[in-house]
């Protein structure tokens, strides 16, 4: 069995124990995790369990779009679609297959607002989102992965109507076309302009899946809250919905894209001569570094806070309280919707990987160091030797602990800077602008808008004018009590 698990999936024993120790729940009340067991040969069970298997092949493997073809008959937009939607069913484990879905999804638009056309749209989505997951990028040309994002997009885009999704897939069809300025496909130049159309849609993702999981686990912990009550009709279990906004987050189409995101960009980032660094969630950091095998379920005392150069990594940890970075090594890189991924992002914790063997030995050998992280403008890590606050402690909340990476800015030089002063008060700008102002000067071949900004401390400046007598007491006494 274990043989037949590495050859088809790829799951070796230790896969399988990590994954039963992130909430697979135990039928038998045994006190056991699920799959950390020694199978036992019954081969008289053999055509039982066949028999079995062809039963649930039945029942879950296609009968119910079968069902929602024949019941969106004389309701689909002309007998060509209504062709292509059976032609579907009867191929859909085939890989080809996903042109055909994503035509069909495009051809019912026009109806979609019709139940059963909606319904079989939803069930084609999800048809086209179990193709693309059965594909290995890993052993695919960068064309075959590049024609399967565009194709993942193109569905993305009929569910979604997202117009900084719309943006990206645009550039990024125009470069797959060869459309790049005259630039050859797969130069170092090409590469870049890839790269930063990958990261675009990445971000895109991580937006997406952030919101849906925000707005569910809202649901999910209301309704922790209504069950705690007295006399409550009905009380959840929490372990069941404590990360149910991540896990459906997971089960989005993005997922999916996310993940073959994570091996075509780090090998962009090379052909581009780009830093060997990996981006997951972009923070300012202040620790001790440590290199360990893999999270702990806790940190010991007096350990906190670390910075965590961490071996080996699944993505479905927890992230303990303490930990204000995690760097990995490029093996073992983690997509953007990944559990691990989602609360780093919720916890602010810097989570990145690199693919220069020479920079993980450097930092190894930095073992012990206090240090402070930081994220360039052209997105490498960069850290420097800090001194941690005399009290550090695991319980520091997020926003204190970011507060003591930052270093204060100067006063500002006046209420607004038009653009031509941008590059003059770079301490003083946001990063937009600061880029903006790198445009500028470098826009031989396009025009960048004249624009102004507040730069920082000017709200505070205005606070302490006299004709806002009283307003700083009223939100400090707000923020005091946790209302804003």
């Known amino acids: 069995m274990w043989r037949v698990m590495w050859e088809v999936g790829k799951l070796s024993r230790e896969d399988l124990g990590k994954m039963c120790q992130m909430g697979f729940k135990d039928h038998t009340k045994s006190g056991g995790r699920g799959l950390n067991f020694t199978p036992v040969h019954l081969p008289h069970m053999y055509d039982d369990v066949k028999n079995f298997l062809g039963l649930l092949k ?7 779009l079968f069902s929602l073809c024949e019941a969106c008959k004389g309701q689909y937009p002309d007998h060509d679609s209504e062709c292509l939607a059976f032609d579907i069913f009867h191929s859909r484990d085939d890989p080809y297959s996903l042109g055909k879905i994503l035509d069909l999804r495009r051809r019912l638009e026009s109806v979609r607002w019709k139940r059963d056309i909606l319904m079989l749209d939803v069930a084609m989505e999800d048809q ?3 193709l693309a997951e059965r594909a290995d990028p890993s052993t695919m040309g960068r064309d075959e992965i590049l024609n399967l994002i565009c194709m993942i997009l193109e569905d993305l885009m009929v569910s979604r109507h997202d117009p900084s999704l719309q943006q990206g897939f645009e550039l990024l069809d125009r470069l797959s076309r060869g459309d790049a300025g005259g630039l050859q496909k797969w130069s170092p130049e090409w590469c870049k302009m890839l790269h930063a159309s990958c990261d675009r849609l990445a971000l895109a993702c991580t937006d997406t899946a952030d919101t849906v999981m925000r707005v569910l686990q809202e649901c999910a912990d209301r309704l922790l809250e209504e069950g705690a009550k007295p006399g409550a009709a009905f009380s959840p279990d929490p372990k069941h919905l ?3 906004g991540e896990e459906k987050a997971r089960c989005l189409t993005e997922r999916v894209l996310a ?3 994570k091996v075509l960009m780090p090998q962009l980032r090379r052909w581009a001569g780009l830093g060997p660094w990996q981006l997951v969630a972009s923070f300012p950091a202040l620790g001790t570094l440590r290199p360990i095998a893999s999270l702990p379920a806790e940190l010991a005392p007096g350990q906190a806070p670390m910075i965590a150069l961490v071996e080996t ?4 940890e927890d992230i303990p309280a303490g930990i204000t970075a995690i760097l990995l090594p490029a093996g073992q890189a983690v997509d953007t919707l990944s559990h691990v991924a989602i609360r780093a992002r919720n916890q602010q914790v810097l989570l990145a990987s690199c693919d220069e063997e020479a920079t993980l030995a450097e930092l190894r050998g930095l073992s012990g160091t206090p240090l402070r992280l930081q994220v360039s403008a052209s997105g490498d890590v960069t850290w420097e030797k800090a001194a941690l606050p005399a009290e550090a402690s695991a319980a520091t909340p997020a926003p204190t602990r970011l507060a003591e990476t930052m270093q204060k800015p ?3 030089p006046s209420l607004v800077l038009a653009s031509p002063d941008f590059t003059k008060n770079t301490r003083s700008i946001g990063g937009k602008s600061l880029h903006l102002a790198e445009l500028a000067a470098a826009s031989g071949q396009f025009a960048v808008p004249n624009s102004a900004t507040v730069p920082y401390g000017v709200f505070e400046q205005i606070l302490g004018d006299g004709a806002n007598e009283g307003l700083l ?5 707000i923020l005091g009590e946790g209302q804003l």
Request: glycine letters at 10%; charged letters at 30%; a negative charge.
């Open 410 to 412: 100067p006063k500002p």
């Open 259 to 261: 993940q073959i995101l």
């Open 58 to 64: 039945h029942i879950h493997g296609g009968t119910d």
């Open 473 to 477: 007491e009223e939100l400090e006494e």
């Open 313 to 316: 990594m699944t993505g479905w």
């Open 128 to 130: 086209l989102r179990s």
């Open 242 to 244: 404590e990360t149910f």
